[in-house]
């Protein structure tokens, strides 16, 4: 079966700290993302992730894969209120189809 | 590029009607994917064209759903008859498979629908 597993679905957490969320995936995987979806909003892509030992950084948002553990994590580092969203991971499973199955995402609240 | 188009932004029918929902997708793309998004079942997706081919409809959830592509700038997503399960945001989104890209996709706005 493939599935996604987002650790934790729920998060809210104080502005400046940092925190790392988890992304574990079912199978092998050439391709991993993250994306960010604001409340009442579409998805907006925020990483892809291709390689074992890929790390992308964007502003506090750092993103890294291993394809051995079949794990992505996606740490925020000094969390600001315009980081409150919606996160999700997906993956397309290596040799298949260009299908991406999703994680139900981490909603994450940063208060100030 | 204007990003992928989605219309109408916003539906509300009542059951038994047909619905039809709308996607132009980012010019150049040769893949374009239906998703549902519900509380209950997240982020899923309906069906997949490449090359305005529909390629993988697992996730169509029955007959009354039906998805086409005429073209490289166009397809729809059919509900008929349209029930108040069926109330959820559906996505369109499309991707390019060039050389050397990540297969990236862009999401459209999103139709939200509301079956009464």
């Known amino acids: 079966e493939l599935k996604v597993e987002q650790n934790p679905l729920f998060l809210s957490m104080q502005e400046g700290k940092n925190y790392t969320i988890y992304c574990n995936y079912s199978?092998?995987?050439?391709?991993l993302y993250w994306y960010r979806q604001d409340p009442g909003k579409s998805l907006e892509s925020l990483f892809v992730?291709?390689?074992?030992?890929a790390v992308k950084q964007e502003g506090r948002l750092m993103a890294s894969l291993d394809t051995k553990a079949r794990l992505s994590t996606l740490h925020i580092t000094a969390a600001v209120h315009d980081l409150s969203a919606t996160y999700f991971c997906?993956?397309?499973?290596?040799?298949?189809?260009?299908?991406?199955?999703f994680g139900k995402g981490m909603k994450l609240t940063v208060n100030p | 590029d204007a990003g992928v188009i989605q219309s109408p932004r916003h539906e509300v029918t009542e059951m038994g009607q047909e619905v039809t929902l709308r996607c132009k997708p980012i010019?150049?793309?040769?893949?374009l994917f239906w998703y549902r998004q519900t509380m209950m079942r997240g982020l899923e997706l309906l069906i997949y064209?490449?090359?305005?081919?529909?390629?993988?409809d697992s996730g169509m959830p029955e007959d009354r759903f039906s998805a086409k592509m005429p073209n490289a700038s166009f397809s729809t997503l059919k509900i008929q008859p349209s029930e108040p399960r069926d109330s959820a945001v559906y996505f369109c989104?499309?991707?390019?498979?060039?050389?050397?890209?990540?297969?990236?996709?862009?999401f459209g706005p999103g139709t939200r629908l509301t079956v009464t």
């Open positions: 989104a499309s991707t390019t498979g060039e050389m050397g890209t990540s297969y990236e996709q862009y």
């Open positions: 992730l291709l390689s074992n030992g």
């Open positions: 064209f490449n090359n305005n081919v529909p390629i993988d």
């Open positions: 997906a993956f397309r499973r290596e040799g298949g189809s260009e299908k991406l199955v």
């Open positions: 010019s150049g793309h040769d893949y």
């Open positions: 199978t092998t995987s050439d391709r």
